[in-house]
């Protein structure tokens, strides 16, 4: 279980790059009014795949967030969603505007380079399939049905570039990240599937509060939108095939789900020491109050049947929180007001979520607003839990819950409240105080964080 100190961790920036946009309150209003961004994929030729659609994000021009944008030629997709996030974050949290002339690697002027840290769950940035493609086809001999090794090697020199190679891998968004911010503190990053940006955040909160650093950039950034990333996952058999109607493709616990949708993009959060943040008259967004972390050690891609890897999570975050999930206020409210769902739109996930969240709730399991925000931009990936904890902040901020679209048919096993299809004001009854987010990712990881309004 994840250790607690005294000092407090703030969230003082947020930025993200998404299927519906890239900024905060624009996104924001597209999910509160349902909008999908769910459409045929147009990254590459997909027409004959059994899941031809996916929740696509436009490029972004780092020459509008960078004053030098030339050391970021040729990044990957995933550096530039990254690196995207990170900058509007950084300007969100007032420590500085990198699009402006000489400051893109002004650090920040409020502590020292070596307490300012990074922590990201990225993944993979796309391959370059048409060289790796041709350089395949050159090596295959027919007649011998095996691969000519050196006529492989001879092709892949002349067609593969080293810079797209190195760019893909999944540490390269941190790297650039460092470098643009000048964070020569604690620098991590992690790949633990579907819970990656998650564990980032969690894990960075307590590099906050061992008193390692005293800012952490945060998040995460992955798009799998490529011909082998949507192959696999189709072999798994974990996408949607509603290929007829994508945008109402991703059903998160309605009866008649059928798989998730592959989204992409990025999440960054700007963490601080309270202390670091009141120095600077930073006003906090929210504060970060619990963090959970288990391993189901079960199947690579399946859940552990009973919960229980989520529930430890959400349990040790609670616990950190000095939470007691079985009470209520005096309105008979429990003390967590909403719940981000991980809400794959899975049988499995989502029917094993709602079960942990039940053993860990009980009887409050049912007076808890609960939504997945994959309905509307898909499955993020590695990038997944870092939009979510803005997601939860911005529930926090404004009251406001976004729903889970797409929900047709009650599912017997799936009983839970998961704010059906209209978004939900709940500032009548006290707004939103406390929020949970959870991540589940393939091989069993498990994460929670725990998200509360900041009060001095």
Not at 17 to 43: A, Q
Not at 222 to 232: A, D, E, K, N, S
């Amino acid at each position: 279980m994840p250790t607690s100190g005294t000092i407090r961790v703030v969230i003082t920036g947020m930025g993200w790059v998404t299927p519906l946009g890239d900024t905060i309150e624009g996104v924001w209003r597209r999910l509160l009014s349902g909008d999908s961004g769910v459409v045929p994929i147009t990254h590459f030729p997909a027409s004959a795949m059994a899941t031809n659609f996916a929740a696509q994000t436009p490029d972004v021009s780092l020459a509008q967030r960078f004053a030098d944008p030339a050391p970021y030629i040729g990044v990957g997709l995933n550096t530039r969603f990254a690196l995207t996030a990170a900058a509007n974050a950084w300007k969100n949290a007032g420590l500085g505007d990198v699009s402006t002339p000489g400051a893109s690697r002004a650090g920040c002027a409020h502590t020292p380079t070596e307490r300012v840290g990074a922590y990201l769950g990225s993944g993979e940035g796309p391959p370059d399939f048409p060289a790796f493609s041709a350089t395949n086809l050159a090596g295959w001999r027919e007649e011998t049905r095996a691969v000519d090794t050196r006529a492989w090697a001879n092709a892949a020199y002349q067609n593969m570039s080293a810079r797209c190679e190195v760019e893909q891998e999944p540490n390269m968004p941190l790297s650039h990240i460092a470098q643009a911010f000048a964070a020569y503190g604690p620098t991590y990053n992690c790949l633990t599937a579907c819970a990656a940006s998650t564990q980032a955040i969690g894990e960075a909160s307590e590099i906050i509060r061992r008193d390692e650093a005293d800012v952490m950039i945060v998040g995460g950034a992955h798009t799998m939108i490529h011909p082998l990333g949507v192959t696999g996952f189709i072999r798994l058999t974990a996408l949607s095939s509603r290929a007829g109607d994508p945008a109402r493709a991703c059903r998160p616990f309605s009866l008649d789900r059928d798989g998730f949708v592959m989204g992409e993009g990025a999440g960054i959060l700007i963490l601080e020491s309270l202390e670091h943040a009141q120095a600077r008259n930073a006003q906090p967004l929210a504060e970060i109050v619990g963090f959970g972390s288990s391993a189901d050690a079960f199947r690579i891609t399946d859940i552990q049947p009973d919960g229980l890897g989520a529930k430890a999570s959400m349990a040790h975050a609670l616990q950190q929180a000095h939470i007691n999930p079985h009470t209520t206020d005096e309105s008979g409210r429990p003390p967590i007001h909403y719940i981000s769902a991980h809400g794959t739109g899975t049988k499995e996930n989502d029917s094993i979520e709602t079960t942990g969240i039940k053993a860990v709730f009980a009887d409050n399991a049912y007076k808890i607003p609960i939504s997945s925000i994959k309905s509307m931009m898909g499955h993020l990936i590695a990038a997944a839990g870092a939009v979510e904890a803005i997601t939860c902040v911005q529930t926090i901020r404004t009251g406001f819950v976004p729903p889970t679209i797409n929900y047709t048919i009650p599912d017997p096993v799936c009983d839970l409240d998961y704010v059906p299809n209209q978004a939900r004001d709940l500032n009548q009854t006290g707004g939103v105080k406390i929020a949970l987010s959870n991540s589940f990712g393939f091989g069993g990881q498990n994460n929670t964080l725990i998200i509360k309004r900041f009060e001095p």
